[in-house]
């Protein structure tokens, strides 16, 4: 099964990070992958159990993941795996893990573990996807270390 491993560093504390990311009134805010993203209606906020949804950019396809939170512990890790079958995933499975490094800044660990479908186009596809989601998900992460330094620069 394929595998990422992406870290970023944060100014902020990993409880200001793990609350933003998982906040998705505000997560088109940074996310530069996703074009919706909602946790569904009958969960009030993400937790454990809660089932999101995250749907990309049209470039990238514009398929939706629905996931299901299996881990959620505030400022330290939360994990989801995928619940429908998009185009191009046969699983799907990711954490972040939150590190404090001092009071005004942490560090994210963002993995992910997939398999791709159709089976028979797997050696292809999983290079392939395994490019293209690093590219996206270090995109991501760098706009979520921005969007803190910007709020960060405009308190001060």
């Known amino acids: ?6 870290r970023e560093t ?17 997560r088109l805010e940074w996310d530069t992958l996703l074009r919706k993203a909602y946790i569904e209606p009958e969960f009030t906020a993400a937790g454990k159990d809660a089932i999101s949804v995250c749907q990309g950019k049209l470039i990238l396809g514009g398929f939706a993941l629905r996931t299901k939170y299996i881990t959620f512990e505030r400022g330290k890790v939360a994990a989801v795996k995928m619940l429908n079958r998009p185009p191009f995933f046969d699983t799907f499975a990711a954490s972040i893990r939150h590190f404090e490094i001092n009071e005004n800044t942490s560090e994210i660990v963002y993995q992910v573990h997939f398999t791709a479908k159709p089976r028979f186009l797997r050696p292809i596809l999983h290079p392939l996807i395994k490019v293209v989601l690093g590219w996206e998900t270090k995109k991501r ?16």
């Open 141 to 156: 992460l760098l706009a979520l270390r921005e969007f803190f330094e910007s709020r960060n620069e405009n308190n001060q």
């Open 10 to 26: 944060v100014p902020a504390s990993s409880f200001e990070v793990f609350d933003l990311v998982h906040d998705y009134k505000q």
């Open 1 to 6: 099964m394929p595998h990422l491993e992406l």
